[in-house]
């Protein structure tokens, strides 16, 4: 793993990878997405592709720890300053427990932290039960972007969440859902959780860099709002905890 950066901020929901799943198409877009971070004030991401066996059976936590090797390899050739750790955003479906007793726990750069996310219009009970199992077994699931999830009545989705939460699980927000961009529910969602300091992480969960820009702009939006302490918390502070450099 590399060293940590000392400052700067640092992605904790990336789909830089090239060639992997919906995000970054190639090499070249990669590059251009590191260096729209650095610009950004980003010092490192951690790389989370797309864990979904029906959509993209290849990815597997072993496989994305040697892309994750073979991006840094393309990096240290070209001089680029840009710490990336490999990690995964796992899907959460009918014997996903199943799935990680055969491949493995996708965690966060080695810790103990797990990025989760579905895509239902219901609260399915796997997500519950493989929250559980992954809290027994030592990891700290996180859910992804819960204001993106379909549940169409708010009531029911925030008592899903407490529950959850209530349980030890931790939620992370899209800065992009604060433009709109995502939808108008989203947008009001977004909001809603940020007010009510349900987050404990935001990241940019970006895929190609032509969407990088208005990953920003809800992170300046974020900043104007609620704050550049939070947002500075959310971004700098947080995923250094994930990675096990504050306690
Ligand atoms: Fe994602």
């Known amino acids: 793993m590399p060293p940590i950066p000392p400052t700067g901020r640092i992605d904790v929901h990336s789909h830089m990878l090239p060639g992997i799943d919906d995000g970054c198409a190639d090499l070249e877009e990669s590059l251009v997405s590191i260096e729209m971070l650095k610009q950004a004030g980003y010092v490192g991401t951690i790389c989370t592709p797309h864990l979904w066996p029906d959509m993209f059976p290849d990815n597997t936590p072993a496989n994305i720890q040697r892309w994750a090797d073979e991006l840094v390899e393309q990096l240290n050739e070209r001089g680029i300053g840009y710490a990336l750790w490999p990690g995964g955003e796992l899907r959460l479906f009918n014997g996903v427990i199943e799935w990680m007793k055969t491949h493995g726990v996708p965690t966060l750069a080695g810790s103990k932290y797990v990025l989760t996310d ?21 990891y700290q699931p ?38 709109g961009e995502d939808g108008y529910l989203q947008d009001q969602r977004v909001r809603q959780f940020l007010t009510e300091g349900r987050y404990w992480l935001m990241a940019l969960d970006m895929h190609r860099p032509d969407a990088l820009p208005s990953r920003f702009d809800g992170m300046q939006m974020v ?21 096990g450099h504050i306690q």
């Open 118 to 138: 579905f895509w239902e219009d219901t609260w399915p009970k796997y997500v519950d039960q493989a929250m559980d199992w992954l809290m027994a077994e030592g």
């Open 142 to 179: 996180i859910l992804a972007h819960p204001e993106r999830i379909g549940i169409a009545k708010l009531e029911t989705l925030t008592k899903h969440l407490d529950a959850l939460t209530a349980r030890g699980v931790l939620l992370q927000g899209n800065f992009r859902c604060m433009t």
């Open 223 to 243: 900043a104007q709002e609620y704050g550049q302490p939070l947002l500075d918390r959310m971004t700098i502070e947080q995923p250094r905890r994930v990675l």
